[in-house]
């Protein structure tokens, strides 16, 4: 961990940075240097401000250091790829593009950079899979991976498959001087001399394809992010080797659970604790606000003329508003989130078992979802400004091998939004068992939520933790003992 002052001066250099004060943001990070010699981002950011004042030589220099500090630091591995690919160095560029694959191997602008450095070495079916795994990863951010994938194919004599990459690049209105080229391309692709135009492509310069803009424009270092956790497609947690997962079985029995809620429980309630953090440029709190909320919930089904639904109200100290909230934005509807797997929205989503982990000390079945393209959101709404904005989601959750109960779920958005200013929201949701006394009957409910996001400008992070519950059941109304922290708390896997 950085040192407040060394937070402060890093914090101060972005601004600069982001202000084209490139002068002041280095004598800031000269002296965060000198506060933490052996922080990778400092060296980054400090190669950044270098390369915006065309210093090429002195960038790569402070990169070359960040990478002896952490041979895997993906944003200067980045930097020094892209950095060469500017000078169609594609060799040099590989040698740093490759590393920056095995430390970020979901990340879709490493597979894209090595596509586009593999294509001008002439190493088409490599290039062909990496830029596939790019337009994968980045779906609609990736769209220029497929101006590289279009070209490989090309040289793979695969033209219809060339000439679908080429267009649906096109669909994603480049400049006009890029999309007359793409046009001529498919031209030739299209005529019966096809099979040799493939040599003689548009060529897949870094500025023309775009690929240059994020890092430079916007340096999300490790240190800026680091309290965000890492999107659910950043990698794939670990699971038994070995044990098969009959998906069709676990989301049956996973259902069947979720769905007993509201035929059981009217309404419950709880003393919920808030923690909000506000979070600078750098990535630090500097703004923390503790509440506490008289918290009630209601889930019911309702089956009427018009179809089936599922309603979830909750009220914070009688209210339904969001005035109680910091900066007047609400994080409500947060524990819902487990009714992806009730029946009526399940088919929102595609799913798939990872296998068999572990969550809390027991097993359990890892599952994926995404929610469909074809499908509009009914799990997480926006409301801004009298508008509403639905919100499509991925995720993972852990399920007890044992009881079916949904142990623990993380989600992340499916895509950003610009429109909201929603870049990032990312939940990590606990749930634990709580006992009725008098017929000895468990039903598992929220422990702890924690919501990250940066929207409109802001970054926060909150975390929600409830105790003290009493249950409204349909046939009776009990008191009933906090979760055992044992069990329920929210504690690192």
Known sequence: MLSPKAQKEMAKAVEYFQSNRFDEAIRRLETARQLAPT???IFYLLG???EKKNDIPAARKYWDQA???NPAHVYSLLACGESYLRQNDAA???KYLDKAVEAAPNSWR????LANALLRQNSYAEAVTHAQRSVELGKEQAQSSLLILGQALAGEHQDAQAIAALSGYLASKPSEQQARAVENLIARLRDSRGASAAGTGINPSYENVGLANEVAELPLTRAALHWLPPDVDDGVPAVEPGVSCSLDDVLKNTSARVQEFPTVVDRYAATELLRHEDVNIAGYANQVADLSFNYVASVREIHNKYGQSLDVQEYRNGSTGTEMFPNQTGSVGLPSIVLVFHPMLISDFDMKCEGLSRAKGNFAWQIYFRQREEKESRIRRYRVGGHVFAIALKGRAWIDANTFQVVRLETDLRE???????NSEHLVMEYGPVKFKSRNEELWLPTSADYYAVLR???????????DYILFSVEDKQRIGEPPIEKTAAQPD
């Open 48 to 50: 950044v401000n270098y």
């Open 39 to 41: 922080n990778p981002d």
């Open 92 to 94: 040099t560029s590989r």
């Open 110 to 113: 490493t597979h894209g950079l």
């Open 67 to 69: 990478m002896q500090i």
């Open 416 to 422: 950003a939004h610009p429109e909201l200013r929603l």
């Open 457 to 467: 400008g802001r970054r926060f992070h909150r975390r929600h933790s409830f105790k």
